[in-house]
């Protein structure tokens, strides 16, 4: 049986968090987020281990797919978060939305085109051109204003807030495409709340990770919770 000690720490504070069993919250990541690569290859145990701390430290909720994990196709695996994920936190570090502004710039030459997005706040301006970002992807060909406003706010919210360890999609996407990883995005036709127990011990090559050992949780070491901050109720413009 694969060792699942590293994570366990973690997996009970996710747990706690979200009123489930270490059991069924173990059972419901297996069969909804952890997924095997385009080789079939599963999260190692400290994989697993880093993607759950790096959850916790931010408190982004992988049931919610506020983050998940990426298969880089070189051995490792980096977590993403979605553009909601990037909002909590900036809300959580106190960024000030009503001092966040995002600009369209249209192109001079091209009367409706789009050329660039600038996302700005206080004295620092990002500015995400079209030409540079857009990728032969169905989201880029039919909502590139979107995503480049995304694209605007992230890296906005990346730099104001100092946040590092994560990427977003786009990111992860374009560095799958040219290594073969895999993005391990969890199905939106499986609930990703599980009345089940842990799953049975899947034989190699299963595609299914290992039913958890729960015989050490209450001799774990107390969970860890992610350092309070402070938030700050403004609009979140940024997503409107």
Same mark, same amino acid.
């Given at each position: 049986?694969?060792?699942?000690?590293?994570?366990?720490?973690?997996?009970?504070?996710?747990?706690?968090?979200?009123?489930m069993?270490p059991?069924?919250?173990?059972?419901?990541?297996?069969e909804?987020?952890?997924?095997?690569?385009k080789h079939?290859q %599963?999260?190692t145990p400290?994989?697993q281990?880093?993607? %759950?701390?790096?959850c916790v430290h931010?408190d982004l909720n992988?049931?919610?797919k506020e983050?998940y994990?990426?298969?880089?196709?070189?051995?490792g695996l980096q977590?993403i978060v979605?553009?909601?994920?990037w909002?909590?936190?900036?809300?959580?570090a106190?960024?000030d939305?009503?001092?966040?502004?995002?600009?369209v710039?249209?192109?001079?030459?091209?009367?409706g085109?789009?050329?660039?997005?600038?996302?700005?706040?206080?004295? %620092?301006?990002i500015t995400e051109?079209?030409?540079?970002?857009?990728?032969?992807?169905?989201?880029?060909k039919?909502w590139?204003?979107r995503m480049?406003?995304?694209?605007?706010f992230i890296?906005?919210?990346r730099?104001?807030?100092?946040?590092?360890g994560?990427m977003e999609r786009?990111?992860?996407?374009?560095?799958?495409?040219?290594?073969?990883?895999s993005?391990a995005?969890?199905?939106?036709?499986?609930?990703?709340?599980?009345?089940?127990?842990?799953?049975?011990h899947a034989?190699?090559g299963?595609g299914? %990770?290992?039913?958890l050992?729960?015989?050490d949780?209450?001799?774990?070491?107390?969970a860890?919770?992610?350092?309070e901050?402070?938030?700050?109720?403004?609009?979140d413009?940024a997503r409107?």
């Amino acid at each position: 049986m694969t060792d699942t000690k590293p994570q366990q720490q973690f997996m009970v504070t996710l747990a706690e968090k979200n009123q489930m069993t270490p059991e069924v919250l173990y059972a419901t990541l297996a069969e909804n987020v952890f997924k095997p690569d385009k080789h079939g290859q %599963l999260p190692t145990p400290a994989q697993q281990a880093m993607f %759950l701390a790096t959850c916790v430290h931010y408190d982004l909720n992988p049931l919610l797919k506020e983050a998940y994990p990426f298969c880089d196709g070189r051995g490792g695996l980096q977590t993403i978060v979605g553009v909601d994920g990037w909002a909590k936190m900036a809300k959580r570090a106190g960024l000030d939305f009503s001092k966040l502004s995002l600009r369209v710039v249209w192109d001079t030459k091209t009367p409706g085109r789009l050329f660039a997005y600038t996302a700005k706040y206080g004295d %620092l301006e990002i500015t995400e051109t079209l030409s540079e970002c857009q990728r032969d992807t169905d989201p880029w060909k039919h909502w590139p204003n979107r995503m480049l406003r995304h694209k605007a706010f992230i890296q906005l919210v990346r730099l104001v807030c100092g946040i590092s360890g994560l990427m977003e999609r786009d990111e992860a996407e374009r560095i799958g495409h040219a290594s073969n990883g895999s993005v391990a995005i969890p199905s939106e036709r499986q609930p990703l709340l599980s009345e089940n127990g842990p799953n049975d011990h899947a034989d190699e090559g299963s595609g299914r %990770l290992p039913a958890l050992d729960t015989r050490d949780f209450a001799e774990e070491l107390p969970a860890i919770a992610p350092p309070e901050t402070a938030v700050q109720d403004h609009s979140d413009d940024a997503r409107s």
